[in-house]
């Protein structure tokens, strides 16, 4: 069966950083792209970053570009969002799927941004 679990997130201070994890299992993991989304309070879901089966290809959103970082790690079953210079507002719950033909969400990481 298909299932991800993000682990990495807590309480961070603005300006602060933080590695989210996303491991994976019940595919064939380095066949699919993958890509981190986050819902903050009140606000639709949204896709902040995107990476292709190799690596190779990589996407972001624009309010997280020179910030954030996906890589993968093909070997471990593993995607990671490397998250620099957070603000308040990126306060939400973060997720990560496959890019494939049905989305399998996890059940997120909550990350809190506040001093």
């Known amino acids: 069966q298909v299932q991800v679990v993000e682990s990495g997130g807590g309480l961070v201070q603005p300006g602060g950083s933080l590695r989210l994890s996303c491991a994976a299992s019940g595919f064939i993991f380095s066949s699919y792209g993958m890509s981190w989304y986050r819902q903050a309070p009140g606000k639709e879901r949204e896709m902040v970053a995107g990476i292709s089966s190799t690596g190779g290809v990589t996407n972001y959103a624009d309010s997280v570009k020179g910030r954030f970082t996906i890589v993968r790690d093909n070997a471990k079953n593993t995607v990671y969002l490397q998250m620099n210079s957070l603000k308040t507002e990126e306060t939400a719950i973060y997720y990560c799927?496959?890019?494939?033909?049905?989305?399998?969400w996890g059940q997120g990481t909550q990350v809190t941004v506040s001093s």
């Open positions: 799927k496959a890019l494939m033909g049905r989305d399998y």
